[in-house]
């Protein structure tokens, strides 16, 4: 049945939400034609009531029913918009005053203030305990620190894993659901123009010589070509890694009945999300589900990393199975598993140099030994026993001991374990020896 156009315009009138919109469109041809091509000013004037007054009313152009749905749709999420990149040169003495100025927070009003608080008390997404060990060890999500208001719908939501690494997530101001992650687009300051759809992102590439540069990512109206571009990871997809995390077995059942386990979320698989939540059950469903995919040697190297020992067990029995005494094998280049192990632990401490930082606190100068400890701790747990020179390794963790051992108790724990457990297999190894010795 055609509908006349003027109909159209008048059941068109009373609708108030863009979802309407979009579901009138799927009805028949002529509403999509319509819709999509000569209904701009009925999509403007719902834009404006998702936004509310004061946001619709600092744009710049004249909306008409030929640019009324594009530019509506830019105004209500701009991170639709393909960004545009530009970089300026910024000059060596201008770096610390641009980061300082960058750094301050912005202001926020008691109700965003309260949003932070209940994102955090909710556990809403990963937090800043959750280290990506597959990525150099950075941190995959940073603490909730602001959220700012884009306009009545909608707020940026900024998480930071240090004072220069900010991300963002966009999110419905009605009820904090995901709209979009941007880790995608990595790290920076994040701004919100002062034009209506335009958010923008900055970030510092620094230069050994001569003036670094401001690398510029710009989110608004492309009039020229009016280009969008979709997430690689769905939000929807994005909440199912962050449920599997707190636990959620259903949204591993959904995720693994989809087909949909085996996408990267802030560089991190599913199983990873899982391990680093800490529950068992889920790494159990994950590896017999899919084993070919989870149950890797990479996998363990990371349940080791993230110091849940109890899943790094059962990965470890199920991998041994294949290949047996595997972490006393080759692993990355190195004889064994606790060789790489002690090779990270000892480059970090060379970085280092066995030197406290008091400005920043002896937690944040020592807590990033606090992983390759624990890796060191959980393989001996595990039976690991190929290494080189335990010597020297006992050495480097007594001249860490004694520099700390009244400031860290975490760290001070795992030293002891490893240098007891070191010396109780030096002294297996020589009675071995003497063994061999005494039948020869």
């Known amino acids: 049945m055609l509908i006349p156009i003027d109909l159209l315009h008048l059941i068109c009138s009373h609708l108030d939400s863009v979802h309407q919109l979009a579901m009138l469109c799927k009805v028949n041809k002529t509403t999509s034609t319509y819709l999509l091509h000569h209904a701009g000013r009925q999509w403007a004037r719902?834009?404006?009531?998702?936004?509310?007054?004061?946001?619709?009313?600092?744009?710049?152009?004249?909306?008409?029913?030929?640019?009324?749905?594009?530019?509506?749709?830019?105004?209500?999420?701009?991170?639709?918009?393909?960004?545009?990149?530009?970089?300026?040169?910024?000059?060596?003495?201008?770096?610390?005053?641009?980061?300082?100025?960058?750094?301050?927070?912005?202001?926020?009003?008691?109700?965003?203030?309260?949003?932070?608080?209940?994102?955090?008390?909710?556990?809403?997404?990963?937090?800043?305990?959750?280290?990506?060990?597959?990525?150099?060890?950075?941190?995959?999500?940073?603490?909730?620190?602001?959220?700012?208001?884009?306009?009545?719908?909608?707020?940026?939501?900024?998480?930071?894993?240090?004072?220069s690494h900010k991300f963002v997530y966009f999110v419905s101001a009605k009820d904090f659901r995901l709209l979009r992650d941007m880790h995608e687009y990595g790290?920076?300051?994040?701004?919100?123009?002062?034009?209506?759809?335009?958010?923008?992102?900055?970030?510092?590439?620094?230069?050994?010589?001569?003036?670094?540069?401001?690398?510029?990512?710009?989110?608004?109206?492309?009039?020229?070509?009016?280009?969008?571009?979709?997430?690689?990871?769905?939000s929807l997809i994005v909440k199912k890694y962050w449920a599997t995390y707190k636990g959620d077995t259903d949204a591993v059942k959904e995720l693994l009945s989809l087909g949909q386990f085996k996408h990267n979320i802030h560089h991190m698989s599913l199983l990873q999300h899982a391990i680093q939540g800490g529950c068992i059950s889920i790494v159990e469903m994950l590896v017999q589900a899919e084993p070919a995919f989870f149950l890797t040697n990479d996998s363990l190297w990371h349940a080791l990393q993230c110091n849940r020992l109890e899943i790094a067990s059962l990965l470890h029995s199920n991998l041994e199975k294949k290949t047996p005494l595997l972490i006393n094998?080759?692993?990355?280049?190195?004889?064994?598993?606790?060789?790489?192990?002690?090779?990270?632990?000892?480059?970090?401490l060379k970085a280092r140099k066995f030197t406290l930082i008091p400005s920043l606190g002896n937690k944040f100068a020592y807590e990033e030994f606090i992983t390759p400890l624990d890796t060191i701790t959980n393989l001996i747990f595990l039976g690991a026993y190929n290494l080189e020179d335990q010597t020297e390794l006992i050495k480097i963790l007594d001249e860490i001991l004694k520099d700390i051992q009244h400031v860290h108790p975490c760290i001070q724990r795992n030293i002891q374990i490893c240098t007891e457990q070191l010396h109780a297999q030096n002294r297996s190894n020589r009675c071995a020896s003497a063994a061999d010795c005494r039948s020869a």
């Open 187 to 234: 790290d920076g300051y994040w701004d919100i123009s002062s034009m209506p759809g335009s958010i923008h992102k900055e970030r510092i590439a620094v230069t050994l010589e001569g003036p670094h540069t401001i690398e510029k990512l710009f989110f608004g109206p492309r009039h020229h070509d009016r280009k969008t571009t979709k997430s690689k990871n769905d």
């Open 329 to 348: 094998q080759e692993f990355r280049g190195e004889k064994s598993w606790l060789e790489y192990a002690c090779k990270e632990l000892i480059e970090k």
């Open 46 to 163: 719902i834009g404006k009531l998702v936004c509310g007054e004061e946001y619709w009313a600092r744009k710049d152009e004249e909306i008409n029913d030929e640019n009324g749905r594009y530019l509506t749709m830019v105004y209500i999420c701009p991170w639709i918009s393909e960004p545009i990149q530009s970089s300026v040169p910024l000059p060596r003495e201008e770096l610390t005053p641009f980061i300082r100025k960058k750094s301050l927070h912005i202001k926020m009003t008691n109700a965003e203030s309260d949003v932070v608080e209940l994102l955090q008390r909710s556990n809403w997404a990963p937090g800043e305990d959750f280290i990506n060990q597959t990525d150099g060890g950075g941190k995959s999500y940073g603490k909730i620190q602001q959220a700012v208001k884009l306009h009545d719908a909608v707020l940026m939501i900024i998480h930071s894993t240090s004072m």
